[in-house]
């Protein structure tokens, strides 16, 4: 919520939806409710703004543990998924929006 005014000022056709948040970032719980409303959405951007706070990379790893839709996945999203964590077998459908380097550690 704290960049919402910024971000959508920017990109006034970006769809907004609040999502549960613990100290200040992202819930793992949030994936829920994107899973409850992903049949309505033909790709989704993951990453500006989120930090790499352990429960970010909880939140991402449930989300792309079951996510098939294609995504962006940029910014902090590209640290986490990077993690070894995530591992390659829950990485999304994605394009990187940073391409150098992908791999990155």
């Not at 793992?28 to 989120?50: D, I």
């Amino acid at each position: 919520p704290s960049g919402w005014d910024a971000f959508a000022s920017q990109v006034p056709e970006a769809l907004l939806m609040p999502l549960e948040e613990i100290d200040g970032v992202i819930s793992p719980k949030a994936a829920h409710k994107l899973f409850e409303l992903e049949h309505k959405f033909e790709s989704a951007l993951v990453g500006p703004g989120l930090s790499t706070d352990q429960p970010v990379k909880d939140f991402l790893h449930e989300l792309f543990a079951h996510w098939t839709t294609p995504c962006v996945v940029d910014a902090d999203a590209i640290n986490c998924v990077t993690d070894e964590k995530l591992g390659p077998s829950k990485r999304p459908p994605m394009f990187a929006a940073k391409l150098s380097p992908v791999t990155r550690r």
